[in-house]
Structures are given as structure tokens and as C-alpha cells.
């Protein structure tokens, strides 16, 4: 966030500003005229889909290449603090809300929850969105993320040399 409002006091004539930073990304742009399209994945599932903002953050927290493995066991490297063992119900989560500390924030939070009550968590904040993938490979989403999405459907995860959770398309 505040590397964001850093470039666009930096360079105030600038339309807009992408940022890509540890995984988490926020976006801005001047005028309303095209939205940004980020992907989203959880490479874990091999799933992703696209979704269009103008402006705002997105995180997405998951099961992946902080995973420890022991025996033939895969063990996540969240924990959650009721019970001190790996998260296994959810897979991953992404959320977009418009300050990116906060989406980083939630999306570990909604990893821990039982994902009814991770929903309702979201569903009852301004402005906040999330995508919810659980062990069963059900994808769950907030009231609005629907709107969020692109035309087609979720699809299997495309190529890309940016950290996992995240495709950009021009």
C-alpha cells in the first residue's frame, strides 16, 4: 500500500501503477477505462481463473512450496493456533478488498476458519472478497466474487514464471 501511494507521489502524472510484491498485488489506475486482469491459481489443484479490478489488492495464501513434506505426507505450513496442527480442510484462499495488507491478512485468517464462518466473515465486511478453494475440491466464493470473475469458466493453471497464485495478462 504504501509503496503504491510512494509511485504515484513519485510520479504524479503517471495513469497507473501495477505492483507485484512478494505475491500480493495492488493495483490503481487514474480513470475507470480498462480494468487490470490478474489470475488467480491455486497451483496446489492445478485450478485458476481471472478476475478484473480497477483498483484494490489481492493475496492469496495456500497449501504449496512451504509445505513440508514428511514420509509420503504433504503437511501445510499454516497452523492454525486452536489446535497447533497443519491446516488440511482448505486448500487455498484469495481475497481482494482494497488495502493489501488486509488481504494478505484475511486470506491467512479464512485459511484457519472452517469455511462457513470464513464466508460470513467476509460477506459481512465493505468492499472485501474472497475465493475459497477447501480439500474437497470445491471452490466457495463470497457474495461478490462472482462479479469479479472474468467471462468462462475456472480452468486448470497456465504456465508462468510469477509466484504462485498469480498469472498477468495484458
Not at 32 to 41: A, L, R
Not at 66 to 80: A, L, Q, W
Amino acid at each position: 500500500d504504501k509503496a503504491l501511494e510512494a509511485g504515484k507521489q513519485a510520479s504524479p502524472n503517471v495513469e497507473s501503477i501495477l505492483m507485484n510484491i512478494g505475491g500480493d498485488v495492488k493495483g490503481w489506475k487514474k480513470s475507470p477505462d480498462t480494468p487490470w486482469t490478474i489470475g488467480v491459481s491455486f497451483p496446489a489443484a492445478d485450478i485458476s481463473t481471472d478476475i478484473k479490478i480497477l483498483s484494490g489488492a489481492i493475496a492469496t495464501s495456500g497449501n504449496g512450496a512451504r509445505d513440508m513434506k514428511i514420509g509420503e505426507d504433504n503437511y501445510s505450513h499454516i497452523i492454525p493456533p486452536r489446535d497447533g496442527w497443519p491446516v488440511g480442510d482448505i486448500v487455498g484462499v484469495s481475497v481482494y478488498t482494497e488495502d493489501a495488507v488486509q488481504a494478505d491478512a484475511l486470506a491467512t485468517a479464512l485459511m484457519v476458519m472452517p469455511v462457513k464462518v470464513g464466508l460470513k466473515f467476509v460477506n459481512d465486511l465493505d468492499n472485501t472478497e474472497a475465493l475459497v478453494l477447501s480439500s474437497d475440491g470445491i471452490l466457495h466464493r463470497s457474495q461478490g466474487w462472482r462479479a469479479l470473475e472474468t467471462e468462462g469458466d475456472i480452468s486448470s493453471v497456465r504456465g508462468s514464471a510469477l509466484p504462485n497464485g498469480y498469472d498477468f495478462k495484458t
